[in-house]
């Protein structure tokens, strides 16, 4: 990955900043239209459901049609999506839900078709790196998003960080139009390329390796929506009595660690495989989410997520370079859209069910059971998946 691809690291970049924003006025407008937190946490385990549907079908069009137009279309959606937004005033709750529902079509589109672009033009020998890159790319808009997008609502109000997200898009737009070629494979074998293509199909679960990978992903995608973006910040104000500064700082230092991780752990997974990588990353996550149980302070609290976002590092970006060596070239959208769908299904069930659990039952009860998904997923991968990278492969 040299500088003709910086157009699409800065894509990514421009994402997360955007997002980033997104992400901090989402819950502020939904608490201001309502003043009801139950419906703040509908809204946000509502934002995953277009995508079970949406990922698949992305990674369908981008075999037929190509990745470049999946990847234009995303960013417009969600652009379009967040201008409507920033057109409304702040008491209307439902149409900003429906409006956010439409969004997540676009952001979908965009994470299944860059990803299928990603495995496009990476080799397996340093595919996890780049990958790793691109994470780290991501991160720091999510950093910088945030703080912007404050600064904005204070001065402008709330609804001008939904502009900012808007913008971003337009953004994107040009630079995959004008500094992105399309990518999609040209085969020679194009009557058995047409007959694989013809409708969407489930056939990668037939891969044993792709199946318990797709555990593998709901499990960290279930674990991250459901612990660190549900449950952990009303814990931490809930029951440690700490306020919503401290609740930020825990953010900020799991997505540090995450941050700082991201690029040694590519390295890892490239030089000794991929399950090196996201076997140990699993098992730390389940160790962070029984850590949440040992007891009702602070410096818990920080040790977990620290934990936590070691975890994030070594499980994301190897997912998803996981997918990648496992699609052949003929398919990698169906691949990598079915993989997107195994995300999105997690990032749904997760909120749902960690915060049904946490009111319910108790907050350890939450805790342990995540513990042991993610450690049931590890130890289902470690046995029955097959290496696709490392020394021992190339």
């Known amino acids: 990955m040299g500088l003709s691809h910086a157009p699409?690291?800065?894509?990514?970049?421009?994402?997360?900043?955007?997002?980033?924003?997104?992400?901090?006025?989402?819950?502020?407008?939904?608490?201001?239209?309502?003043?009801?937190?139950?419906?703040?946490?509908?809204?946000?385990?509502?934002?995953?459901?277009?995508?079970?549907?949406?990922a698949p079908l992305t990674g369908f069009l981008?075999?037929?049609?190509?990745?470049?137009?999946?990847?234009?279309?995303?960013?417009?959606?969600?652009?379009?999506?967040?201008?409507?937004?920033?057109?409304?005033?702040?008491?209307?709750?439902?149409?900003?839900?429906?409006?956010?529902?439409?969004?997540?079509?676009?952001?979908?589109?965009?994470?299944?078709?860059?990803n299928v672009l990603l495995s496009d033009v990476t080799q397996p020998q340093s595919r996890a790196r780049v990958l790793a890159a691109r994470q780290m790319s991501t991160r720091l808009g999510?950093?910088?998003?945030?703080?912007v997008g404050g600064v904005l609502a204070a001065m402008f109000g709330l609804q001008s960080v939904f502009l900012l997200n808007g913008l971003s898009k337009i953004v994107i737009v040009l630079v995959v139009f004008f500094g992105v070629k399309e990518t999609r494979p040209v085969l020679l074998e194009r009557k058995t390329t047409q007959t694989q293509n013809r409708k969407i199909s489930f056939y990668p679960f037939k891969d044993r390796t792709f199946s318990v990978l797709a555990i593998a992903t709901a499990a960290f995608a279930m674990s991250n929506a459901g612990i660190m973006q549900t449950i952990v910040p009303v814990y931490a104000i809930d029951v440690i009595n700490v306020d919503e500064a401290a609740v930020g700082f825990l953010i900020s230092f799991a997505s540090t660690v995450t941050f700082l991780f991201a690029y040694p752990?590519?390295?890892?997974?490239?030089?000794?495989?991929?399950?090196?990588?996201?076997?140990?990353?699993?098992?730390?996550?389940a160790i962070a989410s029984f850590i949440f149980t040992t007891g009702d302070y602070y410096v818990v609290l920080l040790l977990a997520v620290g934990i936590k976002g070691l975890g994030e590092a070594m499980s994301l970006g190897?997912?998803?370079?996981?997918?990648?060596?496992?699609?052949?070239?003929?398919?990698?959208?169906?691949?990598?859209?079915?993989?997107?769908?195994?995300?999105?299904?997690?990032?749904?069930?997760?909120?749902?069910?960690?915060?049904?659990?946490?009111?319910?039952?108790?907050?350890?009860?939450?805790?342990?059971c995540m513990?042991?998904?993610?450690?049931i997923s590890a130890f289902l991968l470690m046995v029955f998946g097959r290496e696709t990278g490392g020394k021992n492969k190339y």
């Open 318 to 368: 190897t997912t998803q370079t996981y997918a990648m060596d496992l699609a052949p070239e003929h398919s990698r959208g169906a691949y990598i859209g079915l993989w997107s769908f195994a995300q999105a299904l997690g990032a749904t069930l997760g909120p749902i069910g960690m915060a049904s659990l946490y009111y319910l039952i108790s907050p350890n009860t939450a805790f342990i």
């Open 142 to 147: 999510f950093v910088a998003g945030p703080a």
């Open 62 to 114: 981008s075999d037929r049609f190509g990745r470049k137009p999946l990847v234009i279309l995303g960013p417009v959606i969600r652009g379009v999506s967040n201008v409507g937004q920033f057109t409304i005033g702040l008491d209307d709750y439902w149409l900003f839900f429906a409006l956010e529902l439409f969004g997540q079509v676009g952001v979908a589109m965009w994470n299944t078709s860059s």
């Open 8 to 54: 699409i690291f800065f894509s990514f970049f421009t994402w997360g900043f955007g997002t980033g924003a997104q992400n901090l006025g989402r819950p502020l407008f939904a608490f201001a239209a309502t003043g009801n937190i139950f419906l703040v946490g509908i809204l946000l385990a509502s934002n995953a459901v277009p995508r079970t549907f949406t």
């Open 265 to 285: 752990n590519g390295m890892i997974a490239d030089r000794y495989g991929r399950k090196y990588s996201l076997v140990p990353g699993l098992f730390f996550l």
């Open 371 to 375: 513990a042991a998904i993610l450690a």
